[in-house]
């Protein structure tokens, strides 16, 4: 493991990751017809100049184009696999980006999708393997495990012992960090922040809901263990990032419940 | 990304590729056999010395043969990938060229295809990542993305959004310059442009039309805010082709209208 | 074969390895629900420090995390392969950790999983090949196979013939250490051993039974001439590892009978 | 492409392969049951020194073995690929031999098969690829492709646009001569030229036909622009190949007609 | 080639192989249960240090372990593929040992399965490739090759077209030696031997038969210009493999018929 009290990607050990990389999963015209000005990276990156945001995740062309303009404000999650949702089939998730030009590019860490429960997932596990090695020995970059079981042999993939799974799955396998979706519950996310051990486990902001819902669930998973969110649309596809921004910074970083937040 | 203002392969920023490959992708008899002597690349070679044309796309047997005759006045664009049109299944272009051997011949930008949407994408993405990176890391070449959405997943290929998501592609993973189908209107392709961020947008010309039809959707392209035109058959298959690349050179690089080019 | 006589991962030519690779071959919610505690890692390095063990089997990301503590007191065997049971499909466990990266890390020896009779047999022996003569050429590490046959062309894989079949394949691919299932009699062990020739034969210790049946097996494990155990829930799931270890002990390092280790 | 003029597999810029796999390809007892001393390179190689031949086409095998005696006399064409006919399947034809190693024994020239509209056609570019930049890059070696479109998307391989196809494929990927199947008249074959620019295009001598059939299909393919013929059964199934190599000379080097050739 | 004048693994010119890799071909329990000591790989290195006994074919396992005892007294051949009998699909022999590795250990000469007429046969042509010109171009090494025809495409592996196919496919991809089953009658095994070419031919032993018929087919095999014989269960499984292979020493190097050498 990677300490993370230096890194940048934390703030006294808490995470707060803004993502986007929905244009490559999802398409430009699913998650950005709301908000179109968003399809401009820079104003992504203008969002992840706030000072709650630890990290922003983004792929290679978008490093590539907008981070050198940013690197003093903002901390480079590099996501490095990715893929569209245009194909069928067995999930899997190829590597658009290697450890050595994210690191070149100022990477403060590195981003990978795992989908347990895939028949793919002896080859993802041994691509896995080779981007943990490369980070943490010739890099010293600590790893984000996106650890979303998904596949032919899972009908339900946020059922509590799956997320669980999940969690303990990126902690054997090395990663630093894990980033699950919510199990529904404070005690479910227990659970699952137990079995990643000493991994921090961030919970996947997912599709936008109501402020107040959001920042319970993040709540509960503070209150729960976790280290924190990573979070896309829930912050940019808002009218005012910057408000729900300042309300997770209190609920992560201050300890504020979602009603405090709110305030 | 590379920075494209004193790349050999644009003018003022705008771009305008000659692509020859169609005797690979679909025969010598299939788009030669009105204009048989345009089987010889001396020929297409000759046309792509007209000022308006900023690169020539050629597979690498081709470069090999008249490059070296021709280095002085044509910017050449490597497209290192290809297939022919005699076998069945998913589409899968396979790399038939390395970046090494291209910049070694004097190649002024990589071209490639991806058809994201296969079942074969993931296998693609891994291919372009490799080309991207030696391009960009080890021979400070700009990349040209074929970006062709197509396969099981995908019925109609030139939906608005599928031709977004095309270009949006292309951005996320790394090009610097996206060549995707011609949306059909003005406000589509102003939303692929809009998609590909700071990665420039070409057209891709397609099958022969008449000049007006043809230059009218250039004209769209350059309204919407595209780069270009990347085209083969409307240009090499005319009896005369510099009078229609006069034209184009009017449209793309001095903002005259389809009808004022014909004039 | 690597000499064991004097590697830390044997005692007296014995072998107790203590296992624990559940939370990812099984996951956290199977085998740790009835003692939780253990899905803290630390839990198990503190069992593992018991006399009787002469090393602790873990993956990748949980030796990185707590291997640094102990390394003093616990050989490291460094288990390279493991799957989730969340996926179907032929047998396979793909390489989650190097060989060079477990012997920077201090490992001891090398565990490895080889599903003789799976579809994917062949690819698993190449995979094992390149495991094992790294191991012995570059790092004169010991290399333990977990040699279960299993797949479609096997429909019981705790057969005598099989078993002692799974002792002989890792003989001759050159395995120091061959952990098996336990065939059912001191007979079966004996041919298992045999089958091995001078490779050491181990027993997997399987899921939990009671104190007298399991000691009862190791006892005809090292009648059999076996060299000892390899063990897991049989240890960290009892309320008192530590008297269990004590037995196994006695069993497998003073010739005790399971009826004068219970005493 | 590699200059030509000075090449020992050329005379006069025309050429004449005598090719020798048959033994892998189809089994010593197809070809050779009718004159079995044939069975014995020697005695191919011995028919090789024929001035009219310009190289000879073996595998690895055959080339270690009787190449070092002939190396004076003979020149060698390194058929790389190759593949039984016991199996079946999608065709494809793996690699036996490195270009390194057929450098290092003294080869002249590369022979490679590539069959377009297999299903495995994207693999056969690849490993084409590798070849042809080897060869060329590193050994200035010329390329021959036997290019040969079959496979499931092909109904009948000897259609005048699929042999022209073929020699196309071959100019495009970079081959300095394209191998192909005779079209059937002269008209079909000057096609075939013309789509391989300015690659040589030779005529595959195919099962053993009559003294005037053949020499009349050879006059063909010279008056059509070919380069001359690549030839093995037709050769040495003869009882006396020397006569039919001495009109072959005429035919090819001479300009003569097949009847005068005879006379 | 390699001059086979002055390996070891010949004497005057011809081979006798002792072969003993059952224990992972077949199991422990089908061919060593009639002489259990047999399944201690000593008892099989003593009866290889007999003088008749040209070189013993083992795994890697066995050579790693007993090989540094014997390296005076017997000549190794390294048999770097091999597969159990547990699984089911197309024929295919993984690579279990590198050509570096078993020349490190000191082999004198290499062995490799290979299985034309499996849907695999591409594969392993390009597996024995590799094998093959490490072992040429690096080491100096003779190969063996057991060349098997066998797989769906092929019903009857065993026809004498079948035999003499896989001593000439051995021949063409570079083998020294070709090890073929026995085709019947002495007739079948000279189109065998012929087929060959330079390649040595040797009959590979089978199961257990009686004395003479065993010594009978070697005689054959001798008669027919072959080169001698690889045997294992035909020595081992007999209670004095010393008197076997006294009159195997008769036969093979001292033209000795069956009758004399049981006399």
Redesign the interface.
């Given at each position: 493991?990677i300490p993370l009290t230096d890194s940048p990607v934390t703030r006294d050990g808490k995470v707060l990751i803004l993502a986007m990389?929905h244009?490559?999963e999802h398409?430009?015209?699913a998650d950005?017809s709301s908000v179109?000005e968003t399809?401009?990276?820079e104003k992504i990156f203008d969002i992840a100049t706030h000072d709650a945001v630890t990290s922003l995740a983004?792929?290679?062309?978008?490093a590539?184009?907008?981070y050198p303009s940013y690197d003093d404000d903002v901390s480079l999650l590099a996501k490095l696999n990715?893929?569209?949702n245009?194909?069928?089939?067995e999930p899997?998730?190829?590597?658009?980006?290697?450890v050595d030009?994210a690191a070149?590019l100022g990477a403060d860490a590195i981003g990978y999708t795992v989908y347990?429960?895939?028949?793919h997932?002896?080859?993802m596990?041994?691509d896995?393997?080779e981007v943990?090695?490369t980070a943490?020995?010739e890099h010293d970059l600590p790893v984000v495990m996106w650890s979303y079981?998904r596949?032919?042999?899972?009908k339900n993939d946020t059922k509590e012992?799956?997320i669980?799974?999940g969690?303990?799955?990126?902690?054997?396998?090395?990663?630093d960090i894990a980033k699950v979706k919510y199990p529904g519950s404070r005690e479910s996310m227990e659970?699952a922040v137990?079995?990643a051990?000493?991994?921090k486990v961030v919970m996947s902001g997912g599709s936008k809901v109501s402020d107040y819902d959001f920042l319970s669930s993040v709540e509960a998973v503070m209150d729960a263990g976790g280290a924190g969110l990573a979070v896309g649309r829930n912050v940019w596809q808002r009218d005012d990032p910057e408000r729900i921004l300042d309300a997770l910074e209190r609920v992560i970083f201050e300890d504020a419940t979602a009603d405090e937040a709110l305030e």
């Open positions: 493991m990389d244009g490559l398409g430009p015209s950005f179109p399809l401009n990276p983004v792929q290679k062309g978008v590539e184009t907008y990715g893929t569209s245009l194909w069928m089939g899997y998730s190829p590597k658009n980006w290697t030009y070149e347990s429960g895939s028949n997932e002896p080859q596990y041994e896995f393997r943990q090695e943490h020995r079981p596949g032919q042999g899972l012992s799956t669980a799974y969690s303990r799955i990126a902690h054997e396998l090395g990663a659970w137990k079995s051990a000493d991994t």
